[in-house]
């Protein structure tokens, strides 16, 4: 079988479904990606670019910049397929993500073979992240725009014979008219790796380059891919005086790189990072506040391993994988009181769940797990259970693996 997963960064979700496809030798996978990423490798996996430095031009129409960018990307989508299959290429199946319009002339170029979408969110005007912060009122140019962008979702749906999506809370958000087409199937969590420590080796410390924590008890963990609002950066730093302050031994390690990757930058100008640093300038204690940026896949493990308090906060937005690896972990999970956390976590048996736009609960929450450990040993171990239960990788890929190849058999 010949299959061909498209997604703007490699190997993002389709890391494990290609390296499982991959290892049948009788399989020939091609990745196709504008981000290579040339220090990822997967065995037996072709990466090839594709990808348009097209930026619509200032006089065009503002409420169709992102469209107009989606079809020259699906345009870059389309001319690889076609050359791929004029040298000899043609899968048996595409798979591809849905959303930035790589996939948008996938059947145009490959007329035979069937698209198997992976489908992450679905824009609503009126509810869900959109209308979740009462301090951010929508504009109507901002509605406007999100009709633009699930354009370019939409035709994804009509086009693909099967969708994917990780959670049934972002199932949900698509509309009902294409819920047969829609599989839910999280990527899964590799649980063979995100374990918990041993005693022992917890007690050494956490220590990093750079950064030694060796005779630290108390960490305090935040991990994202962008320190921003969508994912209650603002909110965690506000609890941090308080935390600090009760808890004096604490250090806290904030791992993510200093973009944005969901939502706008600050009014002020400036980065989220800088604009909180420069709130909480004086306050007593933050020289036990580390921040590490983005980490390779081994140390982000760590900081997990070590946390005596996890802290993940979302707006009702995409899960993020990071909460799932924490409780992997077996760490205490301190996490915001929204749908999609709310689809995995039960406040008191798995994790404690918080006001998203509470700091100080967010806080007392956090001091909570640090002064009882003891008492939280039940919970880390539901946590667990639930990502064995629910999210393991190695039960989960067998379904992602078929799913693909029924696909494929369809023709």
Known sequence: MRILFMHPNFPAQFRHAAAALARNTENEVVFACTNL???????RVRKVQFGTRFSPPET???LARFYEQAVAQGEAGYVLCRKLAEAGFVPDVVVGHSGWGATMYVRDALPKTPFLGYFEWFYDAEGADIRFDPS????????LSLRARNAVILNDLAACRAGMTPTQWQADQFPTEFAGKLHVRHDGVDTDFF???SEKDTARGLVLPGLDLSGVHEVVTYATRGLEPYRGFPQ???ALPAILDA???AHVVIVGEDRVCYGKAPAEGGSWKSVMLERLRGTPGMDRVH???GLPYGQYRQVLQHSKAHVYLTRPFVLSWSMLEAMSCGVPLIASATPPVQEVVRHGENGLLVDFFAPDAIARAVCTALAAPGDLHAMRRAARQTMLDRYCLQTLLPGTVRLIEDVARQG
């Open 37 to 43: 990423r040339p220090e990822w490798k997967i065995p």
């Open 60 to 62: 065009g129409h503002k």
């Open 136 to 143: 951010a009122p929508i504009s109507e140019a901002h509605r």
């Open 195 to 197: 374990v918990p420590l």
């Open 236 to 238: 965690f730093m506000e």
């Open 247 to 249: 808890r004096p031994d």
């Open 291 to 293: 921040f590490t940026g």
